[in-house]
């Protein structure tokens, strides 16, 4: 079983910067696996922010394309998330997620425990 760990939120100013990092563990090859973010607001539904496959290549929800950048570095089971120009709405807890396989991504039920992001306008 995988375990995830989620840091680096905290609260911005709305047109600040963070970097999220995702650090995996267990069972898991991480270099074989593509991996997603996630984001949950208050009273909302989580949803897809983006997801990275084991070769690199990058998917982005509308809403951050521009301003989310994921990356990975297989050496130390890590996955990003570098977000600038943030915006209030980008307000939530993010959450990273192991895909099943390499070259595409679907979410698995292995998550993390998530890292709280706050914008302020």
């Known amino acids: 079983q995988e375990q995830l760990v989620e840091s680096g939120g905290g609260l911005v100013q709305a047109g600040g910067s963070l970097r999220l990092s995702c650090v995996a563990s267990?069972?898991?090859?991480?270099?074989?696996?593509?991996m997603g973010w996630y984001r949950q607001a208050p009273e909302k539904k989580r949803e897809f922010v983006g997801s990275?496959?084991?070769?690199?290549?990058?998917v982005y929800v509308d809403s951050v394309k521009g301003r989310f950048t994921i990356s990975r570095d297989n050496a130390k089971n890590t996955m990003y998330l570098q977000m600038n120009s943030l915006k209030p709405d980008d307000t939530g807890v993010y959450y990273c997620?192991?895909?099943?396989?390499?070259?595409?991504?679907?979410?698995?039920?292995?998550w993390g425990q998530g890292t709280q992001v706050t914008v302020s306008s």
């Open positions: 990275i496959t084991a070769f690199g290549r990058t």
């Open positions: 997620n192991v895909g099943r396989s390499g070259g595409y991504y679907q979410a698995s039920d292995s």
């Open positions: 267990g069972s898991t090859t991480f270099s074989n696996k593509a």
